[in-house]
T-cell receptor, first 114, second 115 residues
Framework: AQSVTQLDSQVPVFEEAPVELRCNYS??????LFWYVQYPNQGLQLLLK??????LVKGINGFEAEFNKSQTSFHLRKPSVHISDTAEYFC????????????FGKGTLLTVNP | NAGVMQNPRHLVRRRGQEARLRCSPM?????VYWYRQLPEEGLKFMVY????????ESGMPKERFSAEFPKEGPSILRIQQVVRGDSAAYFC?????????????FGNGTRLTVT
């Protein structure tokens, strides 16, 4: 069975600073990888996804993530954050090509301070 | 184009009562998924439905929980005889095709509190 580990439960940063949110997964088969964002009292919004192809994936709002198969990681990055990026970020994995069941990490709360 | 609509947004039930959560998928979507988010946890898959069919309910607790997606109307997640451990956020998602062709679109969730 696959699992997802988000290494940081909270990440505080200052506005305009770069940020990296870490995600590692475990799976014995190929996977699809996703990052979702959840703003307070809202549902999850897809930021970006990796299905195949280029390991560097660009998403909405200036976020990007890099798939590293050897390190089984899919870290999320943004070069300069805004206060509006304050939210909970979830990494998720599904078994590639065959599974609709997403396995989510516990989330990382990103707090951007002025 | 409205997104996935869930209601109510907040639901309070006493122990032993029934909770009914509703989900209307995005227009044109025929696949519905229910997920549960317990406090301090990530979302966990519960059930996958298409119109009038349960495709996969492997994530549903064996007792008290049921789900349906009738030919007409919203999908319903029903929890009978609720207990405090059922307090969570319940999210519905939908997609137009098989999952690997399109990502899931999530609703804003129903936050169930059992007192």
């Amino acid at each position: 069975a696959q699992s997802v580990t988000q290494l940081d439960s909270q990440v505080p940063v200052f506005e305009e600073a770069p940020v990296e949110l870490r995600c590692n997964y475990s799976s014995s088969v190929s996977v699809y990888l996703f990052w979702y964002v959840q703003y307070p009292n809202q549902g999850l919004q897809l930021l970006l996804k990796y299905l195949s192809g280029s390991t560097l994936v660009k998403g909405i709002n200036g976020f990007e993530a890099e798939f590293n198969k050897s390190q089984t990681s899919f870290h999320l990055r943004k070069p300069s954050v805004h206060i509006s990026d304050t939210a909970e970020y979830f990494c998720a994995v599904s078994l590639g090509g065959s599974n609709y069941k997403l396995t989510f990490g516990k989330g990382t709360l990103l707090t951007v301070n002025p | 184009n409205a997104g996935v609509m869930q209601n109510p947004r907040h639901l309070v039930r006493r122990r032993g009562q029934e909770a009914r959560l509703r989900c209307s998928p995005m227009k044109g979507h025929s696949h519905v998924y229910w997920y549960r988010q317990l406090p301090e946890e990530g979302l966990k898959f519960m059930v996958y439905l298409q119109k009038e069919n349960i495709i996969d309910e492997s994530g549903m607790p064996k007792e008290r929980f049921s789900a349906e997606f009738p030919k007409e109307g919203p999908s319903i997640l029903r929890i009978q005889q609720v207990v405090r451990g059922d307090s969570a956020a319940y999210f519905c998602a939908s997609s137009p095709l098989g999952f690997y062709n399109s990502p899931l679109h999530f609703g804003n969730g129903t936050r169930l509190t059992v007192t």
